[in-house]
């Protein structure tokens, strides 16, 4: 059975620092590209971050560039997402997930693999 497990959300001030993790089970990441969403109130889930299977490529939405960093650890099948310079409209509810492709995609439907999510709420 495979499972994708966050944790590292929490409740931090506008400016602050917060990083996400994404451990994996029954499942070797390392065959997957991986993907960071969010979903804010009222709002649609979105794509945040990718990365590819082998790390050599990664993908940021604009809101987030030069503020949030994807990597991966394949050895502990574990995937990270650290988030710097936090706004208040980061907040909401961040989940991980896998995309068997050698291609790094962005679309909610190619992911195969979703952990239950972390809340993530940054205040003003």
């Known amino acids: 059975q495979v499972q994708l497990v966050e944790s590292g959300g929490g409740l931090v001030q506008a400016g602050g620092s917060l990083s996400l993790s994404c451990a994996a089970s029954g499942v070797a990441l390392s065959r997957y590209s991986m993907g960071w969403f969010r979903q804010a109130p009222g709002k649609e889930r979105e794509f945040v971050a990718g990365i590819s299977w082998s790390g050599g490529r990664t993908e940021y939405v604009d809101a987030v560039k030069g503020r949030f960093t994807i990597s991966r650890d394949n050895a502990k099948n574990t995937v990270y997402l650290q988030m710097n310079s936090l706004k208040p409209e980061d907040t909401a509810v961040y989940y991980c997930?896998?995309?068997?492709?050698?291609?790094?995609?962005?679309?909610?439907?190619?992911?195969?693999?979703w952990g239950q999510g972390t809340q993530v709420t940054v205040s003003s």
């Open positions: 997930a896998a995309d068997r492709s050698l291609v790094l995609r962005t679309r909610q439907l190619d992911y195969e693999y």
